[in-house]
């Protein structure tokens, strides 16, 4: 395709300004994105690629527009992976780093983030600067607005006190923000250190002070806004001109010039076998040139966008399609604010979060308040997260409503109040034609037309009226995160009309229902019921009538998934309407998780001083300020080329032949590399299994065995081509010749698909305790159950990336982001037939791995190898995170029956399970799970007790150790058993687990020989757990409430985690220069668990005879820990199990004994020489003089390899039986790290693990097709718990236990064991859901079992409660004698 010749690209560059320097650029591809821009052509790397997709907040900038009218400054976050860059001319980009940095000072956020321990990987640190920064801007613009209209700060009634936000608003600022790591509560400390009504002592762990006596805030990190960026200057003079020349006609000169034709503003060429295809991007600033633009366009084969904030293309990924770019938002007539007293009309290009702005704006103004208004702007803040409203337009949600039945909020809540929309129509030859229409019609009219513009909406805006009746507004939504970047399963806004007859009952007088988003081409209104109801009297049975009729009128399309939850959802939502009319009182109020609180209970010890100091994390600030580099920071070399995989879509077919013609045909593509290109006398090895040494193919030769598999991986001269390219390789398959995929566990077994298990015979199935038949045929009671335990993807924020770079002697260096480089070495050097010391790997840090960058990792660096190999360049991959999700395959899912015999009291007495281990195609590290399972399934005294694992292999891809592998789902088992047998007999959870909690001896016999010696600690952590809680009280509070409360219930449940680990060897060496600076090589990798830190204190710690210990010496910051380098520190052990913390600070400690011996004599020397004090700087440099060697290495072998962790867990929720939500109220947890190293780090370590289990228990669902292939792979579809899925009053406590010789330095591990403690959650849901069951199945809810697998997803919880449960409940309340006018009681 030629290059439209009409839209010849104007000259003038595109102007803005990154970090304060002025940026213009005269040639732009109109598809980049301003990430991709900054990423690639800056030095800038604070923004990260976390998604790509508006989903976590990892890529946040602040964009600051200037308005020359006005000569006001607007700044905002954005999410820049969704800003194209042709759309910020004239604005003011500000990164981390241009907030503070290094050289220049830090910004305060940044340094508060360090201080309270708001970073662990880092990763997504930078973003979470930016939101909170964004956050304080808006406050702050806001006062500044009041200030100038109201005078000097006042509390009068209608102007907002200019107090600053309050810390409740402060913590919305990371709303739309994804921290896999911390758990958040630190990171809200940090949000609430700026709000104005913040106690400081509230808030937790910091190394601003010691003690809460101390927390002032001169103590805190100075935030002073005089000291922000501003806007540039330059730019405010460049914008002042452009508005001269605008005013002067010159603009309008320039398309007279022209005739007919718009010049595009910017256009690129792409050249490629095919031929010649230009992108364009065209700034149309009236209807006028829009229309001529439109004209222009029509009948030709581009793919035109019109575009605003360009957010839908997080949903949408169509950029890479698109040919021309219509960019709409500087349309004055689509920008228009106009405001009466009754009503609001906005353009469709106003921001949303503009839209908030004029509706508060409007409701202060009017003294009664604005129902409307009100109700508008408390929906919108659920509405995806703060930084997409600050950049999508509502023009732009409503026509991704109107065109791809996006599932909005804002079409149903417009319909609802009753909005009508401005559609311009740009008919050729003739003036733009303009019509006026209800929502409802536009959103049934179906897609615009090519001509079609919304121009813009009227929001009747309608007061409490003072008359006799009432305007009563209200919105609903059900979403997997109740606060944002969660599209809703359903949602429905309710604007009613209400009068009191003289009855005194409740008059509907005119009434709007409008319901979306639950499986509908586009919101709808039930007008029969609206009619039904219209002019009557509420009653109970008027209201069964209404809910009766909605179930025939919202019926969900044909295709949606979870029909039934969607409609009971909305039957929810109008009953909780109808009956707060009924009885003036709301009908569900869950309970407001903002904001929310923590208190860290830990002891910290100065005898090892500086170990065991709360010390910041190391880099931390860098981490925040951007400044940390991560694998993908890594400036490309010259040449580098760049790689994408082409994966199976089949789960299982024979390959009949890749076909790689038309993607190397595509534009920038440069080679497709695969099998044929493995080097004479190399393998095709990708992973390698470290326990059983068996090996995973690198691309699939003959068979695929899973969706997802690596064919081979195109390359090309940037990652979007390589994407495009490797999307046209063709594959053909052969389904018929292999036989039927595998696709679960229970087919597995049926076909004898098995693998086995390592240890051949894991121990529990060669010695069952006691004689479990026996104890089963005698028992009292006898159960058999079952219990499914589904994946969970690790979702690191930093997806899997490498980069490949040959070297000289056939040698080559691959950076990568991996948990180990040793085994990522040894399959590069396989593939490549090259010997161990030609293959160079070196990983700095990783943006979190949780288990998933252990083994698959070696995958995707060995593909780059191979590729930077054969085509002797550079080559780099950064995995996008759909494709990470679905290469990557996550945690094991399990399939269990059991029988379990119990007494009365319920005393177990015998367990007996049949394990499922789903592995898929590959065994990875399934085939060791057992091992691990085992000691974690006997967390509890079963009294006797056997158990049977089959691995079986299907025909998904591989599952891979994700934090707690084999523990989490044991626990989960184990905890479906408890929840079973209490509910089998009526009685609390908490009680059976404590009649079933091990004694010393118990646990002697059930963990086997050498478990006694480890300080079986769990009884006391459980008592401790439980006074900390108050748990036997609250119980009873709890019941209380239950009993009164008809839709709100709650659960409280307690539960142990006993987790084995094993501590393996470790390579260290440490080198001090002669002024005393050290540099310490470990083989553990830092991942955010905080391992350097440790390992700088405990050096410091280890050296501390020769320098003067004591608080007034700072010999850690000395201290600097380095990437890991196969080459520099050879032979090393991939990091996981928890233990490669402690396993590295011994190895160092062990090499700086060595130097200490080393060093005495010089010291007691120069101390005789010299009399007095001896400096470490003197010793250093005398040592190097003297000839000392400064350097040494160690591999330390751990005395005892294994130990057992204690904790305990108790949790409260809230569930809402009507819509299935789960709040969690509170977690206190109480967990034995030993003499911790860095109770910080610890305390970190614990809330982010837990949270991570959370996620686990309560959000995290895996979807799958029938192929196998993952439906849930992005941010969209995969929920990590954010701000609104965590307790509102997070408790940890460190149960220091006592200094045992073969602990290292008396610390024990913390990196994976906490996440188990989740499980008070999951039982806690399970009591709330007994409770409500109990309402639901009255007399029949005795020995009510219910099957409760994890996890706890909205859906599940509301169809235990019962999905028909209003229903029912109407229908007993109709039946009950003393009801009046059928008023709910
Ligand atoms: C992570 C994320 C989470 C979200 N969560 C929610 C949510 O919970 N609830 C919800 O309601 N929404 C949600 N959204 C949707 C969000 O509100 C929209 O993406 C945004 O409002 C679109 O505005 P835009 O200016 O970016 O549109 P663009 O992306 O620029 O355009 C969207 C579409 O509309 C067309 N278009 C835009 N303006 C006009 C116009 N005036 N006339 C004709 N066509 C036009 C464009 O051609 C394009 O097809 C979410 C979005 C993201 C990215
Ligand atoms: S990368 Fe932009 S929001 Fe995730
Ligand atoms: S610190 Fe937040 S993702 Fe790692």
């Not at 991570?1252 to 895996?1262: N, R, S, V």
Request: net charge neutral.
């Amino acid at each position: 395709m030629g290059a439209p010749s009409s839209l010849n690209a104007v000259h003038r560059p595109l102007v803005f300004s990154l970090n304060g320097q002025r940026v213009e650029l005269s040639s732009v591809d109109p598809s980049t994105t301003l990430l991709s821009y900054i990423r690639s052509e800056t030095r800038f790397r604070g923004p990260k690629r976390g998604c790509g997709e508006g989903g976590c907040g990892a890529c946040l900038v602040m964009l600051a527009k200037y308005n020359p009218k006005t000569k006001e400054v607007k700044e905002s976050s954005v999410n820049s992976c969704l800003v194209m860059l042709c759309s910020i001319d004239g604005c003011a980009i500000t990164t981390t780093e241009g907030l503070g940095n290094q050289r220049d000072g830090f910004h305060a956020i940044q340094k508060r983030l360090s201080a309270f321990h708001g970073s662990q990987c880092g990763f997504c640190t930078p973003g979470m600067t930016m939101a909170i920064y964004g956050h304080l801007k808006h406050e702050q613009q806001h006062q500044q607005k009041e200030t100038a209209e109201n005078g000097n700060c006042t509390n009068g009634a209608v102007a907002k006190p200019c107090s600053g936000p309050t810390s409740q608003e402060m913590e919305r600022a990371i709303q739309g923000n994804i921290c896999r790591c911390t758990g958040y509560r630190p990171i809200l400390d940090v949000c609430k250190s700026f709000a104005s009504d913040v106690d400081l002592e509230d808030l937790g762990l910091n190394t601003c002070w010691a003690d809460k006596a101390e927390a002032k805030e001169e103590k805190l990190p100075l935030y002073d806004p005089k000291g922000d960026p501003t806007f540039p200057k330059f730019l405010i003079d460049e914008l002042e001109a452009r508005k001269g020349i605008q005013e002067n006609g010159h603009a309008r000169t320039l398309r007279e010039e022209d005739g007919e034709s718009l010049k595009a503003r910017f256009t690129h060429v792409d050249s490629n076998m095919e031929g010649e295809k230009m992108r364009a991007w065209v700034s149309p600033k009236s209807l006028d040139e829009l229309s001529a633009a439109l004209k222009q366009l029509k009948g030709r084969k581009d793919r035109v966008k019109l575009v605003v904030g360009n957010t839908s293309s997080g949903l949408y990924k169509e950029i890479a399609t698109i040919d021309v770019f219509v960019d709409i938002s500087q349309i004055p007539e689509l920008l228009t604010v106009n405001k009466n007293s009754r009503s609001l009309e906005v353009g469709a290009a106003t921001r949303i979060s503009e839209l908030m702005d004029y509706l508060v704006d409007f409701r202060n103004k009017d003294g009664t308040g604005n129902v409307v208004a009100e109700g508008l702007v408390d929906h919108a803040k659920k509405l995806a997260g703060g930084h997409v409203r600050n950049w999508g337009s509502v023009g732009g949600n409503l026509v991704m409503a109107q065109k791809f039945a996006f599932e909005s909020d804002l079409a149903t809540i417009l319909l609802g109040a009753g909005a009508l929309v401005k559609v311009v129509t740009l008919t050729e030859g003739s003036e733009p034609s303009v019509a006026e229409m209800p929502l409802d019609d536009f959103l049934a009219k179906g897609t615009l037309n090519e001509d079609g513009l919304l121009q813009s909406v009227y929001i009747p805006l309608i007061s409490d009226s003072k008359t006799d009746s009432k305007i009563v507004f209200k919105s609903y939504r059900g979403a997997p995160r109740p606060y944002g970047n969660a599209v809703s399963y359903g949602n429905a806004a309710f604007l009613a009309n209400v009068s009191r007859n003289e009855k005194d009952e409740t008059v509907i007088e005119s009434v709007r229902l409008a319901f979306g988003a639950f499986g509908t081409n586009h919101a709808i209104r039930a007008f029969k019921v609206e009619e039904l109801l219209k002019g009557k009297a509420l009653s109970l049975s008027l209201i069964k009538e209404s809910v009766a009729l909605l179930k025939k009128e919202v019926v969900p399309l044909e295709g949606t998934s979870k029909k039934d939850y969607r409609v009971s959802l909305l039957v929810g939502f109008i009953f909780d309407f109808l009956n707060s009319l009924l009885s003036k009182e709301p009908t569900v109020t869950p309970t407001n998780l903002f904001p929310h609180t923590g208190k860290q209970n830990i002891t910290i010890a100065d005898d090892n001083y500086p170990l065991s100091q709360p010390t910041a994390k190391f880099l931390s600030q860098q981490q925040a300020s951007g400044e940390a580099t991560y694998c993908d920071d890594i400036p490309s070399p010259p040449r580098c080329l760049y790689a994408a995989f082409v994966l199976s879509t089949e789960p299982h077919a024979r390959i009949k032949g890749i076909d790689a013609t038309a993607a190397l045909e595509s534009v920038g593509a440069v080679d497709f590399v695969s099998l044929n290109d493995i080097p004479k006398g190399g393998g095709n090895k990708g992973i390698f299994n470290a326990f059983d040494h068996s090996e995973e193919t690198l691309f699939a030769e003959d068979i695929v065995g899973y969706v997802g598999q690596p064919l081979g991986v195109m390359v090309a001269d940037t990652y979007d081509h390589a994407r495009l390219a490797a999307g046209r390789v063709c594959v053909d398959y052969d389904t018929h010749s292999v036989g039927a995929p595998v696709m679960n566990c229970h087919d597995a077994l049926a076909q004898g698909s098995t693998l086995p298990t390592y240890p051949p015979s894991p121990l529990s199935v060669k010695h069952p305790i006691g004689n479990v038949e026996k104890a089963l045929a005698e028992a009292e009671f006898n159960l058999e159950g079952t219990v499914s335990t589904k994946s969970q993807n690790h979702f690191y924020m930093e997806t899997q990336t490498s980069l490949a770079i040959p070297d000289e002697d056939e040698c080559i260096t691959i950076y990568t982001a991996c948990q180990g480089v040793d085994p990522v070495q040894q399959s590069v050097a396989k593939c490549l037939n090259l010997p161990l010391n030609n293959v160079r790997i070196i990983t700095r840090r990783l943006g979190g791995g949780f288990g998933g960058k252990a083994t698959r990792n070696i995958q995707i660096s060995t593909a780059v190898a191979l590729a930077a190999y054969k085509l002797r360049r550079p080559v780099r991959i950064s995995l996008d995170r759909n494709t990470d999700m679905q290469m990557v395959g996550g945690r094991n899912p399990t399939e269990t029956s059991y029988r379990v015999s119990f007494t009365k009291s319920g005393k177990i007495t015998a367990l007996k399970a049949d394990i499922l281990l789903e592995s898929g195609w590959y065994a990875d590290v399934t085939n060791f799970l057992p091992l691990l399972m085992s000691g974690t399934l006997k967390k509890y005294n079963w009294g006797t007790f056997d158990v049977k694992y089959t691995i079986c292999k299907t025909n998904n891809v591989p599952k891979t150790s994700v934090r707690g592998p084999g523990h989490c789902e044991a626990s989960a088992i184990a905890d479906a058993v408890m929840n079973h047998v209490a509910s089998y007999l009526g009685i609390s959870g908490n009680k059976v687990r404590d009649e079933n909690l091990h004694t010393p001896e118990s646990f002697q016999l059930f963990q086997g020989e050498g478990s006694g010696d480890v300080g079986f600690t769990l009884p006391a952590i459980w008592e401790r757990a439980k006074a900390l809680s108050k748990l036997e009280e609250r119980e009873k509070q709890i019941e209380t409430f239950n009993e009164q409360s008809k839709w709100l219930k709650r659960g409280i449940s307690i539960v142990p985690s006993v987790y084995g680990v094993s501590s393996y060897p470790m390579t260290a060496t440490v080198s001090i220069f002669k002024d005393g600076s050290i540099v310490v090589e470990v083989g553990g990798v830092e991942m955010g668990q905080g391992l350097y830190t440790k390992v700088r204190q405990a050096v410091a710690f280890s050296l501390r005879s020769l320098w003067n210990k004591g608080k007034d010496v700072d010999m850690v910051s000395k201290i600097r820990v380095l990437q890991q380098d196969s080459f520099s520190l050879p032979n090393t052990f991939a990091d996981g199990g928890s233990t490669t913390s402690e396993s590295s600070c011994a190895a160092a400690s062990q090499a700086c004994e060595v130097l200490v011996q080393r060093l005495q004599p010089v010291k007691e020397k120069l101390a005789k020489d010299k009399g007095g004090e001896v400096t470490w700087a003197d010793l250093c440099m005398t040592a190097k003089n003297s000839f000392v060697d400064l350097q040494s290495h160690v591999l330390w072998v751990p005395p005892s390899g294994k130990y057992i962790l204690f904790g305990a867990g108790v949790s409260e929720v809230e569930i809402n039986v009507m819509s299935g939500e789960t709040r969690i109220l509170s977690s206190d947890l109480v967990y034995d790290a030993g003499k911790s190293m860095n109770a910080a780090v610890d305390v970190g370590q614990i809330e982010g693990a837990f949270v991570m289990g959370i996620g686990y228990y309560l959000t995290e669902d895996i979807e799958r097709d029938s192929k196998g292939k993952l439906l849930s792979d992005g941010t969209w579809t995969y929920k990590p718990p954010t701000i609104d899925t965590i307790p509102q009053k997070f408790n940890i406590e460190l149960f220091n236990s006592p200094i045992h010789k073969d602990r290292i330095f008396s610390s024990k591990a913390v990196g994976e064991p906490p996440l188990l403690l989740a499980g008070s959650v999951y039982a806690a849901i399970h009591n709330a859901i007994a409770a409500a069951r109990k309402d639901y199945l009255g007399p029949k809810a005795v020995h009510d079992t219910f099957e409760f697998s994890p996890p706890a997803t909205m859906m599940k919880v509301k169809a235990l409660c019962g999905l028909d449960n209003v229903e029912r409940y109407i229908e007993s309340a109709l039946q009950a004698t003393k009801v009046p006018h059928g008023k709910l009681l």
